[in-house]
């Protein structure tokens, strides 16, 4: 059973800051991707930044120059730094992660249980 666990959200004023993280543990071959999603009330959920193997990063246009992605390897960890926040960054975000249990096995994606990110005065 793979289990992602994420933490770090939480209310912080327009023009702050708050880092994400998530763990991956459980019986993983490999990772391919790792991703964070978000979703704001009556919206679709949307890809904000994601991380592929070979440390590759992108960004929704949205978010350019005010998030980072990155990765520790050896702690199965993907992380968000958001700074420069702002109201419309309020959404409940997701981990996402594209992995292989073994060599032979077929790609599988699972998600995270969603952090709230609320950025308000």
């Known amino acids: 059973q ?11 004023q327009p023009g702050g800051s708050l880092r994400l993280s998530c763990t991956v543990s459980g019986s993983i071959f490999r ?23 070979d440390d590759t990063t992108d960004y929704a246009d949205s978010v350019k120059g005010r998030f980072t992605i990155s990765r520790d390897n050896a702690k199965n960890t993907v992380y968000l730094q958001m700074n420069s926040l702002k109201p419309e960054d309020t ?7 594209l992995y ?22």
């Open 2 to 12: 793979v289990q992602l666990v994420e933490s770090g959200g939480g209310l912080v």
């Open 31 to 53: 990772i391919h991707a790792m991703n964070w999603y978000r979703q704001a009330p009556g919206k679709e959920r949307e890809l904000v930044a994601r991380i592929i193997s």
């Open 91 to 97: 959404s409940v975000y997701y981990c996402h992660v």
């Open 100 to 121: 292989r249990r073994s060599y032979f096995a077929t790609p599988t994606a699972s998600w995270g249980q969603g952090t709230q990110v609320t950025v308000s005065s």
